[in-house]
């Protein structure tokens, strides 16, 4: 099989049917299948992603766990695919109708990727923000390693380390450094690591990916201080992951693990003061970073 789609599921009832649909609906492929994983939902998630399975047997697994976080969804996800490569999809969002056909397509012609790099339309985000951000159209179908893809990735404003911007090869995750249980920001401290660890990287200039920014239900908008708190912290714990095993990579350069520490330590510095002043206060300390920002 060449592609598995892993979606990670927590109480999604209100949006899992449309993520789903939009895997089915692939023009003109046949080649993968659709891994559901239920983090311990207590609403009707699990019970939606049964029906998809009995409706669609040879095409959808499901599969239930107590809930221990999206990070450890994915592992799961990726310890149980069959597919050559693997896409995330997150349970609120939509993939396009012809994303899985453009990845076989482009890996006819190079087959020795590891990771292969899509575009996202942007749904429902908010007017003063960079639209493109998620999206980089330098390079596009040129071969890169992964450290050369970081070097032209990672900068101010754009975001690059996303589980659902890629496809990526199975084999990386066993290649990588087991993935850090985090309930968020997996993707901030692991995503780097794989595509560090990949010798051939492409970007491609299809829109594949639906991404919804203002999901009321997404874990991301949580209302409460201590949800806040929860994540800076979790933040922060992704940011020195990454950095401390992008270090540790035995073909890494000193001036290729300068560069990683410096971008990863702008973005801590970035999220850190746009915290609300309490909790800039109560976190400073553990950030290693002034209350205010110093000019």
């Not at 009832?13 to 692939?26: A, P």
């Not at 453009?102 to 790099?117: E, F, Q």
């Amino acid at each position: 099989m060449l592609i598995s789609v892993i979606v990670p599921i927590y109480n999604a009832s209100s949006t899992l049917r449309n993520c789903i649909d939009s895997i089915i609906n692939q023009e003109n492929f046949k080649d993968y299948e659709i891994i559901l994983i239920d983090d311990g939902s207590t609403d009707d998630s699990y019970k939606i992603a049964k029906e998809y399975m009995a409706k669609y047997p040879a095409l959808v697994k499901a599969y239930t766990f107590p809930n221990k976080g999206v990070s450890v969804a994915r592992s799961i996800g990726v310890s149980v695919a069959s597919g050559e490569f693997i896409i995330f999809a997150d349970s609120d969002d939509t993939i396009n109708s012809f994303l899985l056909r453009r990845i076989a397509d482009i890996l006819k012609i190079y087959p020795n990727l590891d990771v292969i790099r899509y575009q996202v339309n942007l749904l429902n985000d908010e007017e003063h923000k960079d639209h493109s951000r998620h999206n980089c159209m330098s390079n596009t179908y040129k071969l890169m390693s992964g450290k050369e893809a970081i070097m032209l990735w990672a900068g101010p404003g754009k975001k690059y380390a996303l589980f659902w911007l890629y496809s990526f090869r199975r084999a990386l995750f066993s290649k990588t450094v087991k993935m850090l249980e985090l309930r968020r920001f997996g993707d901030v401290a692991y995503v780097p690591l794989l595509i560090a660890n990949s010798n051939n990287v492409i970007t491609i200039d299809y829109v594949g990916y639906n991404y919804e920014c203002n999901n009321e239900h997404s874990l991301s908008n949580e209302p409460s201080y201590e949800h806040a708190k929860n994540r800076s912290i979790d933040f922060l714990r992704a940011c020195k992951f990454a950095i401390k095993h992008f270090n540790e990579l035995d073909f890494i350069t000193d001036k290729e693990a300068d560069f990683f520490k410096k971008d990863y330590e702008r973005r801590l510095k970035g999220y850190f003061y746009s915290l609300p002043d309490k909790l800039r206060r109560e976190l400073a300390d553990m950030y290693c970073l002034p209350v205010n920002r110093e000019h």
